[in-house]
């Protein structure tokens, strides 16, 4: 992993964006694939968030399924014309029973893993860490290859951008309790190589946000 690299021609640039603060996030709850609509601090979010894409030229805006990411993914796009495409390469991890119920539903032994091994984490009905991991990473790859030397965006989710992150660190799975959570709106520009190699340029970036469109902890509600 590499830190503030100049972009060549020949690369690709991804800029990987959470998707704005939803009524999930706003009432403590797992939305994972549940529909849920943002909240009106993420509406705020969204303006800031246009504002700190009006001068980075965009090719492509790429986005789940969700209204929460689509909404962001419009939001990138305001002052562009871009294709919005749906990917659901990188939609939410399916959360299965816990799907749109409260943080508090966890078990006690549902807590503990989220916290301390979250590379386990695994709901009946659901995705494991591995699968979320492997068809965004898969996902991403496919991506870079369609795009050579363009720049795109992905409007999506804290699960997946939490696993993608830790795959382009090189971190092996268990590696994901060390990678922090991408906050509501948060920017995160990723390099890819003619090679096929992925470099950090910066992360979760949130200096496009107002005080009062200030992002929420993901910690501030799980933990």
């Not at 009524?23 to 601090?41: E, H, P």
């Not at 520009?189 to 992002?215: C, K, P, Q, R």
Request: proline share 3%; aromatic share 8%; charged share 25%.
């Amino acid at each position: 992993m590499r830190h503030g690299l100049k972009a060549k021609n020949f690369m690709t640039q991804i800029y990987l964006v959470r998707h704005c603060e939803s009524m999930a996030n706003r009432l403590c709850s797992f939305a994972g694939r549940t529909d849920v609509d943002i909240s009106a601090k993420g509406r705020l979010q969204l303006d800031c968030l246009s504002e700190y894409f009006k001068d980075i030229s965009i090719d492509k805006v790429y986005t789940s399924s969700l209204k929460r990411a689509y909404k962001t993914a419009e939001a990138i796009n305001f002052y562009h014309s871009a294709p919005i495409l749906i990917d659901d390469r990188f939609i939410e991890m399916n959360l299965g029973e816990l799907d749109g119920k409260p943080v508090s539903a966890m078990s006690d032994e549902q807590q503990r893993c989220w916290n301390l091994a979250p590379h386990l984490f695994n709901v009946a009905g659901g995705e494991s860490m591995q699968e979320v991991a492997d068809r965004a990473y898969g996902g991403l790859c496919a991506l870079v290859a369609d795009n050579p030397g363009k720049t795109i965006a992905i409007a999506t989710h804290g699960g997946v951008i939490r696993n993608l992150m830790r795959i382009i660190k090189g971190y092996a799975p268990a590696g994901l309790k060390e990678v922090d959570w991408c906050d509501n709106t948060g920017v995160n520009h990723i390099i890819a190589d003619d090679h096929g190699d992925f470099f950090v340029d910066f992360e979760n970036s949130t200096v496009h946000l107002s005080e009062e469109a200030a992002a929420t902890p993901v910690s501030a509600w799980t933990e």
